[in-house]
């Protein structure tokens, strides 16, 4: 799906199909040692190089050539962990 900048998604435990050359899903969340949030995210085929990647507010990570930007890790050390993305370009 394409999407317009601006968009919002959210990425929680396992898979979102929404992305344009997605899946993007999380796979772990936590507090690291700073106090601040963290998420394991999981890609799709053209981060095949590193499958998955760690994400902090403010972040920026691209899938299928749009580029988007973590703005918000909620409730990191819960099973009900999600992020908000916001696509910026």
């Known amino acids: 799906m394409s ?16 992305f344009l050359g997605g899946p993007v ?15 394991k995210i999981g890609g799709p085929k053209e981060w095949r190089r590193t499958p998955m990647i760690d994400v ?3 972040d920026t990570f691209s ?3 749009q580029v988007w930007r973590v703005t918000d890790i909620v409730d990191a050390d819960s099973p009900s962990a ?4 916001t696509r910026v370009g």
């Not at 899903?25 to 998420?39: C, I, K, L, Q, Y």
């Open 25 to 39: 899903g999380g796979g772990a969340f936590w507090v690291d040692d700073g106090g601040a949030s963290v998420a």
């Open 56 to 58: 902090r507010v403010g």
């Open 3 to 18: 999407h317009e900048v601006g968009a919002q998604e959210k990425i929680s435990y396992g898979r979102n199909d929404r």
């Open 82 to 85: 999600y992020l908000l993305a």
């Open 63 to 65: 899938v299928g050539g």
